[in-house]
């Protein structure tokens, strides 16, 4: 087995090397022979649509996501279309880099009715599908850990993300699996089956036992506690069979030079996931 | 509507008044009028059982739990069996007090394996059945926020814990309902509704929005974004008519007097629950 076939599903998401600039992640996945990157927006603004499509072209890199749409609950009708209109550009910008998915990350309750927030999400994804078609743009429900319900993600189940998804029922419409969101689900292994042919992305992060900070305590895979095998086994036998984003936000890992973090990153990715 | 009548299924459970001995628990209930109590089991030790029952009893309180049994996976039989027998001094501990319910908090994988660790805990609770029913006490499984699977319970959901519950089909086991652990459930409404006739205590406790710390960032009754009042009248709906506990582990509320504590809480607990 060559050392391309071992990585040649791995994606660096931006997330994991936080610091880097655009430039500085694609030149790394380059050095590293990391074939795929997901983009973060806040690194994308910053290195301009053009520039941006040009780097990863000339990288030869595949573009795996946008990180991240969503945020859609809020206080007001105002807001909430500004939101939706936010979500526009991201699914113009996702057209323009060719990116696999638009990842959404759905957002917080605006103040204490989760229920009606969740129906907030559910109106504003149903919105954008006709704009995301005509641009041929995938999103991905990304449902979070239950922990980030208040200040994150009202979507915190795949069993959630999946019940919005099929009522949709649009191929524009699926979920994104991260491991570190949903390794802990009792029914984890039949909502992936359940998954099959809306799977747009998986992302491997490992849970750290204890875990010292609620955002930026992510592990390193193989530091935690989560089996990535079966759960991986499990996401192909769905279908799924694009790339695997690493994504960690992790200020001991952000604080270590980018290259070793892939070097760390791949030798993991071969002998975890 | 009298005083004594908003408060009369109040229960202050003792890791909301960490400092206080369960003399003073006792006696702090006592000044505030908080006609019950749910008891910890270091608390007892260092009590004494029978200087316990005899404190409780002398001043008019009902037990309303004892927390906490549970801890059942382990890599070793030999420790398994270790768990099991302290799971029965604890049903012991239990029927002397006249506790409503053995709280039980099922524990944390021993390694990786998480749907093993599941295994372990019904394994264990199975076994104890009997020996609860000879004495009495019912065990109440207590799902725990799924933030809390890597070390504290892989039990994780109310449907997870119903599945238990309904597989042994034993009137000794039940469950546990704690807002705080519960609250970002899609699925809480239906699953209180399966949970009718199993339900054999209801906590109550908010989530605070950022959350300080991961153990002892709960948030007292109305500083979070939980709505309360939905979920009572559901549990209500279901048949539980039992105490309802307050338990908030929160430094900075260890740090209060435990008397401005009581107030507080039973103040909160007329507004919001």
Redesign the interface.
């Given at each position: 087995m060559t050392q391309f076939a071992d990585i040649s599903r791995l994606s660096l998401n931006q997330a994991t090397t936080q610091r880097w600039s655009l430039r500085e992640a694609v030149e790394g996945c380059a050095r590293a022979g990391i074939p795929a990157i997901g983009i973060w927006r806040d690194k994308l603004e910053a290195a301009g649509l053009d520039a941006a499509v040009r780097l990863v072209r000339d990288a030869g890199l595949r573009v795996s996501s946008l990180c991240r749409g969503g945020m859609f609950p809020a206080a007001t009708a105002a807001e909430r279309q500004a939101r939706i209109d936010d979500n526009r550009r991201a699914i113009e910008h996702a057209a323009a880099l060719g990116a696999d998915v638009l990842v959404l990350v759905c957002g917080?309750?605006p103040?204490?009715?989760?229920q009606a927030a969740?129906a907030m999400v559910a109106d504003a994804v149903e919105q954008l599908i006709p704009f995301a078609a005509e641009r041929g743009v995938r999103m991905g429900i990304e449902p979070l850990?239950?922990?980030y319900?208040?200040?994150r993600s009202?979507?915190?189940?795949l069993?959630?993300a999946l019940?919005e998804v099929e009522r949709f029922g649009s191929p524009h419409v699926g979920v994104v699996i991260d491991t570190y969101h949903v390794?802990?689900?009792?029914?984890l292994f039949a909502q992936i089956g359940r998954a099959a042919g809306h799977i747009l992305g998986f992302h491997v992060c490992d849970?750290?036992?204890?875990?010292p900070h609620?955002l930026l305590g992510r592990g390193m895979i193989g530091d935690?506690?989560?089996?990535f095998r079966p759960i991986r086994a499990a996401v192909e036998a769905a279908g799924y069979r694009g790339p695997i984003e690493v994504e960690i936000f992790n200020q001991a890992i952000w604080d270590m030079p980018g290259d070793v973090v892939l070097a760390l990153m791949r030798e993991r990715f071969v002998e975890y996931v």
């Open positions: 917080p309750a103040g204490k009715e989760i969740r850990h239950p922990m319900a208040g200040d009202v979507i915190t189940t069993a959630e019940d390794w802990w689900d009792p029914y849970w750290l036992v204890p875990t609620m935690g506690v989560i089996e």
